[in-house]
């Protein structure tokens, strides 16, 4: 059985597709897939009801990226049916289209006897995820496939962060869909059209980073919050937070939490909260449901 995990970016999402770092974690929950001999290739998707076989000229994004990650395996083998089960939610910032495509290929791995470490699953199965997005700068897959705190750059090996202390951390649905595509998309058009201020946006974001990463190797979860909470500022600064993450974000903060802010792509989708320990966690998620969100405990993974 393969596995891709889903992720929460604790700091620096956005930079991150240009080239700025980010530090991320996996979490525990995911995607599982099985690969096994079939008449022909086939993905069948739960809970999703979808079931469907690899066309790369397909109007169904899922079919052309199944196609394109059976386009990595040459030369003649045995159709396979894939059957993956997803435990996030879609289009919500937790890396499900990334944890997805990791899982799928990790099943094929297994059913053809293939080997690659967790370094080359992220970098290889980001050829299902260019289907998606249009410039991912690969920290999901990345993530997905080796799990852990990390620190991210683009283009470079994940560097493991080792952490003092476990991160209690509580996630919250918006129930506001939102598109990676679009939102990066969108921010690239605003940096081509003030390329100074969006620039200083990332270097700040950047600072957090690197400050972020000290705090969670010193276990200094009070910092890690703060830290959390300007970024949120800052993406706030270039249009990324909507209302209701603005009310989830502070519902978190006036329940105790350390700190919160949107994960992922914003414009709806989850927000992240740190908590001090797993009693406060349980208090900010109750707080969270209360306020209407679909909220969990993550567990770093
Ligand atoms: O919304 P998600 O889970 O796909 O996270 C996107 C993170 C971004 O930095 C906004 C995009 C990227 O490719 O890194």
């Known amino acids: 059985m393969a596995f891709g995990r889903g992720k929460v970016i604790l700091l620096g999402e956005h930079g991150v597709v240009f080239g700025h770092p980010a530090l991320a ?3 525990e929950r995911g995607v599982t897939a099985s690969a096994e001999r079939a008449e022909a290739d086939r993905l069948e998707i739960e ?3 979808v079931a469907l076989g690899p066309d790369a000229e397909d ?3 899922l079919a052309r990226a199944f196609a394109a990650v059976l386009s990595l395996y040459p030369g003649p083998r045995s159709p396979l049916r894939v059957r993956a089960r997803v435990e996030l939610p879609g289009g919500a910032g937790l890396g499900c289209s990334a944890a997805l495509g990791v899982a799928v290929m990790g099943a094929l791995d297994e059913a053809l006897g293939v080997t690659r470490d967790a370094d080359a699953l992220g970098r290889e199965s980001l050829a299902w995820e260019r289907v998606f997005h249009g410039n991912p700068s690969g920290v999901d897959n990345a993530v997905s496939a080796a799990g852990g705190v990390v620190l991210f750059r683009r283009g470079e090996p994940l560097t493991a962060v080792s952490a003092r202390r476990p991160l209690p951390l509580v996630v919250a649905d918006s129930g506001e869909p939102s598109s990676t595509k679009t939102m990066v998309s969108g921010v690239a058009r605003r940096r081509e059209r003030e390329p100074e201020r969006v620039d200083g946006v990332f270097e700040a974001i950047a600072a957090l980073v690197h400050n972020g990463r000290l705090a ?11 830290l959390m909470d300007v970024n949120h500022a800052l993406l706030s600064t270039l249009l990324l937070s909507t209302t209701r993450l603005e009310d989830l974000v502070g519902v978190a903060r006036d329940a105790g939490a350390l700190g919160a802010k949107l994960t992922g792509a914003g414009g709806g989708g989850c927000m ?3 908590a001090a320990d797993p009693d406060g966690a349980a208090r900010v998620r109750e707080a969270l449901e209360r306020a209407g969100a679909h909220a969990f405990v993550a567990e770093a993974r």
């Open 272 to 274: 992240v909260a740190l």
């Open 47 to 49: 809970p999703w009801g």
């Open 216 to 226: 969670v190797e010193a276990g200094a979860l009070g910092d890690l919050g703060q």
């Open 25 to 27: 974690t996996g979490i």
């Open 59 to 61: 109007d169904e994004p």
